[in-house]
């Protein structure tokens, strides 16, 4: 719902107003609802247009957030209600108003109870409460409001915006599938769906087989959160058949494609970089040193950065994926190199703002490489031609290919204690052999990257370079 935002008309800056919102979906649709929400001018400074916190905000009205998440969630809940009982261009606004009144008091709606949630209904709470009772993280959330919005979006074009959770059955889970994957077929045929929708992130291909089963796996614990919770007998996935459930949520990778040494350095040392390149470079390399996932590497500040006793720089943080079940921190050692790109952006890079899209990091990463001539052949498996496909390798570039050349580029410098014939595989004293400590690992690192080893003091100024 991208016009869905808070309508402020005064111009005073001190006293209280009663709040009022603006619903806006493509070009027919512009919508108002005046709430009973009673808000000080003052405590709306720390909020965007669209109701959320701004940036590094600590100390706000928490009864106000709570009391504007609400009334957004029942105008957005209001809304697609109607959109699936009628054309959006006809909602009038008292059908609007009615529509919200039965959501934030359903026990005035008729004097009865009200009727059984929709599908979206559910699902957005089951992902509102996933948020807030910490079963999943922001990265995750984020993902998931993306299968909600491909969901409405399918709902909408099928006239189905109503169905109940018992309502979506195997067939229909089925069309979904292969609406995931096609979508990018209905947004010609269906304009009006799409007029709301931000231009990158409308699909203008095929999506492929791993990510639709990556957003199915999504939907698919949502429905068995359902069946243990007793308001579903049965997921709908359980209905499909072993067979065709195995192929809907099978994922398949190829052998990871990494940069040699030399492709690394080649991209480090280019010296005719294009100034729309040069943010990109930068923030490529410095995730290569570390090797750590992109929504771990969005986070990264400089107060993530550190020193040890022994001059060594390095960055900590835990990492997203696995903070339900492991908090400790992860600690990487800053190579020679990295340090130059922490001095000069202090991780501040405003490419990182999009990674995926037609412009976002993971385009601007195929262009780098492209432009740096990492073209060597790599293979990988065409799901529609089920047969291998050679590329250039700047095709297939993305965030992921920091993770794997840092990895790759790491292990080829350790000996493998298991092949000298000491141990059994898996071996407990072969991990206590190699417990190495951040000083071991920093003259490993730099050794595998070709870099100088170096100390530097509390402010990250170099005190010594090439010797340890």
Request: hydrophobic residues 35%.
């Given at each position: 719902?991208?016009?869905?935002?808070?309508?402020?008309?005064?111009?005073?800056?001190?006293?209280?107003i009663?709040?009022?919102?603006?619903?806006?979906?493509?070009?027919n649709?512009?919508?108002?609802?005046?709430?009973?929400?009673?808000a000080?001018?003052?405590?709306?400074?720390?909020?965007?247009?669209?109701?959320?916190?701004?940036?590094?905000?600590?100390?706000?009205?928490?009864?106000?957030?709570?009391?504007?998440?609400?009334?957004?969630?029942?105008?957005?809940?209001?809304?697609?209600?109607?959109?699936?009982?009628k054309?959006?261009a006809?909602?009038?606004?008292?059908?609007?108003?009615?529509?919200?009144?039965?959501?934030?008091?359903?026990?005035?709606?008729?004097?009865?109870?009200?009727?059984?949630s929709?599908?979206?209904?559910?699902f957005?709470?089951?992902?509102?409460?996933?948020?807030?009772?910490?079963?999943?993280?922001?990265?995750?959330?984020?993902?998931?409001?993306?299968?909600?919005?491909?969901?409405?979006?399918f709902?909408l074009?099928?006239?189905m915006?109503?169905?109940?959770?018992?309502?979506?059955?195997?067939?229909?889970?089925?069309?979904?599938?292969?609406?995931?994957?096609?979508?990018?077929?209905?947004?010609a045929?269906?304009p009006?769906?799409?007029d709301?929708?931000?231009?990158?992130k409308i699909?203008?291909?095929?999506?492929?087989?791993?990510?639709?089963a990556?957003k199915?796996?999504?939907?698919?614990?949502?429905?068995?959160?359902?069946?243990?919770?007793?308001?579903?007998?049965k997921?709908?996935?359980?209905?499909?058949?072993?067979?065709?459930?195995?192929?809907?949520?099978?994922?398949?990778?190829?052998?990871?494609?990494?940069?040699?040494?030399e492709?690394?350095?080649?991209?480090?040392?280019?010296?005719?970089?294009?100034?729309?390149?040069?943010?990109?470079?930068?923030?490529?390399?410095?995730?290569?040193?570390?090797?750590?996932?992109?929504?771990?590497?969005?986070?990264?500040?400089?107060?993530k950065?550190?020193?040890?006793?022994?001059?060594?720089?390095?960055?900590?943080?835990?990492a997203?994926?696995?903070?339900?079940?492991?908090?400790?921190e992860?600690?990487?050692?800053i190579?020679?190199?990295?340090?130059?790109?922490?001095k000069?952006?202090?991780?501040?890079?405003?490419?990182?703002?999009?990674?995926?899209?037609?412009?976002?990091?993971?385009?601007?990463?195929?262009?780098?490489?492209?432009y740096?001539?990492?073209?060597?052949?790599?293979?990988?498996?065409?799901?529609e031609?089920?047969?291998?496909?050679?590329?250039?390798?700047?095709?297939?570039?993305?965030?992921?290919?920091?993770?794997?050349?840092?990895?790759?580029?790491?292990?080829?410098?350790?000996?493998?204690m298991y092949?000298g014939?000491?141990?059994?595989?898996?071996?407990?004293?072969?991990?206590?052999?190699?417990?190495?400590?951040?000083?071991?690992?920093?003259?490993?690192?730099?050794?595998?990257f070709?870099?100088?080893?170096?100390?530097?003091?509390?402010?990250?100024?170099i005190?010594?370079?090439?010797?340890?």
């Open positions: 719902m991208k016009g869905l935002s808070i309508f402020i008309r005064t111009t005073k800056k001190t006293g209280s009663k709040l009022r919102f603006r619903l806006r979906d493509g070009r649709v512009d919508l108002y609802h005046k709430s009973n929400i009673r000080d001018l003052k405590d709306l400074t720390v909020f965007t247009p669209e109701g959320d916190l701004r940036p590094r905000v600590s100390v706000y009205n928490r009864e106000l957030k709570t009391l504007i998440d609400t009334e957004r969630l029942a105008i957005e809940r209001g809304y697609l209600n109607l959109c699936g009982k054309d959006k006809t909602i009038t606004q008292e059908e609007f108003e009615k529509a919200i009144e039965c959501e934030l008091y359903p026990e005035r709606n008729n004097n009865s109870v009200r009727q059984e929709t599908l979206l209904e559910r957005l709470q089951y992902i509102d409460d996933g948020v807030r009772d910490g079963l999943f993280q922001k990265a995750r959330f984020r993902h998931y409001k993306v299968v909600y919005r491909i969901l409405q979006r709902l074009i099928n006239r915006s109503s169905i109940t959770t018992r309502q979506f059955t195997a067939d229909v889970l089925i069309d979904f599938r292969r609406f995931i994957i096609e979508e990018y077929l209905y947004v045929k269906y009006s769906v799409y709301s929708v931000e231009t990158r699909p203008d291909a095929k999506r492929s087989q791993n990510t639709a990556t199915l796996k999504m939907i698919h614990t949502f429905f068995n959160d359902m069946v243990e919770r007793g308001e579903l007998d997921s709908p996935f359980d209905l499909v058949g072993k067979q065709r459930k195995r192929v809907m949520m099978r994922e398949q990778y190829d052998e990871p494609v990494c940069l040699t040494l492709e690394f350095e080649r991209i480090l040392e280019k010296d005719d970089m294009p100034q729309a390149l040069q943010e990109t470079r930068d923030c490529f390399l410095l995730q290569c040193a570390f090797g750590c996932r992109i929504s771990d590497f969005m986070r990264l500040s400089m107060k950065v550190d020193v040890n006793e022994d001059g060594i720089p390095y960055i900590h943080y835990v997203l994926k696995t903070v339900k079940n492991d908090h400790e992860k600690s990487t050692p190579m020679r190199y990295a340090l130059d790109i922490i000069k952006w202090e991780f501040r890079f405003p490419i990182l703002k999009y990674v995926s899209g037609k412009s976002g990091y993971n385009a601007k990463i195929k262009q780098l490489l492209k740096c001539g990492i073209d060597r052949l790599v293979t990988y498996f065409d799901p031609t089920n047969d291998n496909k050679r590329v250039p390798l700047y095709e297939v570039g993305s965030s992921k290919l920091c993770r794997k050349t840092f990895v790759d580029l790491i292990n080829k410098m350790q000996i493998n092949l014939g000491l141990h059994k595989e898996g071996s407990d004293a072969v991990k206590r052999y190699t417990n190495i400590g951040l000083k071991e690992r920093f003259i490993l690192y730099s050794v595998a070709n870099q100088p080893v170096y100390t530097v003091d509390k402010e990250l100024n005190i010594k370079e090439g010797e340890m």
